[in-house]
């Protein structure tokens, strides 16, 4: 009976942790690595032919994204989620494959041109993708799930995105029973829409991300919609647009919701009217996903729109755009409006196209409404870059700049502790897992000092023995910087190892002066513009 942590171990993504119970495989996750890692993750201990079953949290990709290629590479068990997580993974594990060809496609072109013979192979294609949905199994949120004669599992909201869960898991060898809980993100409270996150009463081990357990969200609650109306008045007022960047799941939804109160108050004055574009295909079919599931996932307030016959996510004068012709006519219509599209950080999709026709009009604005990673498009416009680089042309900044602060999916450091807290009796070992490198430990002695939690904040390949509450193995976990001393065998390679040290250096820089980083922002923009021809 033991637990091997694979991913998101002193960091924040690729969410991966193997079970070994009764002779079963187990795995919770299996997400995608995204942005810059730290540490190396270790192979999956046994072949994907040989994992019995997949516990999965949520749809999010760097929890699910990397199912369609454990499919590719063998798996054929059972993939459990909740209902609504297993409705969002049809949609987003096909976006994620589409993205994984279209890259290649893009590479194997650009490989032609310049003669290099090597093919560059998509992580996994769509098969694979349709393959893992055809392994999930829906199950609701409080439901006891017999997996097999001895391993049972239960879901649990925790309010961090439409049909996430908590995941509690009862395993049984020989004459030892043991009870670990997963609590896969955990959502801030007063989200709209989904619920509160629930606590669990038992669990004789907790695993508990940690991803914001250094800091703490604004708790006055700021009046989102009051905020947002008078960007839209004062935008709307000077002839402009207002462009939104947002992820397709969870927060697209989120503005709707505000949105929505915003005409049927007639908020912006003078504007009743205005009319708001959704120009995302998945952000549509998503939306569709939240109607759907509203009875299981939607809070008390939504409901009561919902039992009024008010649809909370929907209003007069929204339109939906799925095509791209239909996309590309919304920059032909002179009125002034709201532009929500993918992605949410401005790397790709359609907000690029959007971006290009009113970043350099003053009149506009750009609303930016989720955390923008270093080295993004995003961030180099929310730092003040002055110019961007958009299809071959140079676009100005010019357009308002704004950020609607306090917006966050995940709990806090007190959001963590007050979960952890639910628990009646302290467990006898809480795992400290997807957290930056040092939050991770700060977090685990911040529980054992302040709470008396016996914590351990694990690297990748470390290993518990949970019928006798043991470490079997101890990693240290091995930087990826660490590749850089390997020998550089061509000029390209060496431009390669510089690319990396360069995301490296902006990595630290983060927190830094807005001036200074505007300033480095303008100097890197400036050397692509001299070598993108």
Not at 311 to 324: M, R
Not at 402 to 431: C, E, Y
Request: proline share 3%; with cysteine; glycine share 8%.
């Amino acid at each position: 009976m033991k637990l091997t942590f694979v991913g998101a171990a002193h960091e924040v993504t690729g969410s991966c942790h193997f079970i070994e119970s009764s002779g079963k495989h187990m795995l919770v996750d299996y997400g995608m690595e995204q942005g810059l890692d730290t540490y190396e993750n270790v192979p999956l201990p046994v072949d994907a032919a040989m994992i019995d079953y997949v516990f999965l949290t949520h749809a999010h990709i760097d929890h699910s994204g990397l199912l369609p290629l454990l499919y590719s590479k063998g798996f054929r068990g059972q993939i459990f989620a909740t209902e609504a997580t297993c409705d969002l993974c049809n949609i987003m594990l096909r976006d994620s494959a589409h993205i994984q060809m279209f890259e290649a496609e893009w590479h194997n072109r650009k490989a032609k041109r310049s003669r290099d013979v090597e093919e560059y192979v998509p992580l996994y294609n769509m098969q694979d993708a349709d393959g893992a949905i055809r392994c999930l199994v829906p199950c609701k949120y409080g439901s006891m799930v017999k997996v097999c004669d001895d391993i049972s599992i239960r879901f649990t909201d925790v309010g961090h995105l439409l049909g996430s869960a908590a995941i509690e898991v009862w395993l049984k060898e020989g004459d030892v029973s043991k009870k670990i809980v997963f609590s896969g993100d955990v959502g801030n409270i007063n989200q709209p829409l989904i619920k509160d996150p629930a606590t669990v009463d038992e669990a004789d081990y907790v695993v508990i991300e940690s991803t914001y357990g250094d800091r703490l969200h604004d708790r006055s609650r700021p009046d989102y919609v009051a905020e947002l109306a008078a960007i839209l008045k004062k935008t709307f007022d000077r002839g402009g647009n207002v462009v939104i960047p947002s992820f397709a799941v969870g927060r697209t939804q989120e503005m709707l919701y505000f949105l929505r109160q915003i005409k049927e108050e007639g908020l912006v004055q003078g504007h009743e009217d205005f009319i708001v574009y959704m120009d995302s295909p998945l952000a549509v079919e998503a939306t569709g996903i939240f109607n759907k599931n509203l009875y299981e996932c939607f809070d008390e307030e939504a409901m009561e729109l919902v039992n009024r016959g008010i649809n909370p996510i929907t209003f007069h004068g929204l339109y939906l755009s799925i095509t791209s012709e239909e996309s590309k006519a919304i920059n032909f219509d002179d009125r002034p409006k709201v532009i929500l599209s993918a992605s949410g950080m401005c790397e790709a999709g359609r907000v690029r196209h959007h971006l290009k026709h009113n970043l350099w009009r003053p009149e506009c604005s750009i609303l930016f409404v989720g955390y923008q990673a270093v080295g993004t498009l995003g961030r180099s416009i929310v730092d003040g870059t002055k110019e961007v680089k958009l299809f071959g042309e140079t676009v100005e900044v010019r357009a308002e700049i704004i950020q609607l602060k306090g917006l966050s999916g995940h709990a806090d450091k007190a959001g963590l502790t007050a979960w952890m807290r639910g628990f009646k009796n302290d467990p006898q070992k809480v795992f400290i897992v997807h957290g930056q490198d040092q939050v991770c430990d700060d977090f685990a002695d911040y529980l054992k000092k302040e709470y008396s939690f016996d914590t351990y904040a694990p690297y990748s390949g470390s290993c518990y023995d949970l019928a006798n509450d043991e470490v079997v193995k101890a990693s240290e976990g091995i930087r990826i910087v660490a590749k850089k001393k390997r020998q550089i065998s061509s000029v390209f390679e060496r431009l390669l190892a510089a690319g990396q040290r360069l995301l490296t250096v902006i990595q630290h820089n983060e927190g830094g002066a807005n001036k200074d980083l505007a300033k480095f922002a303008d100097q890197i923009n400036s050397l692509c513009d001299k070598w993108d021809r």
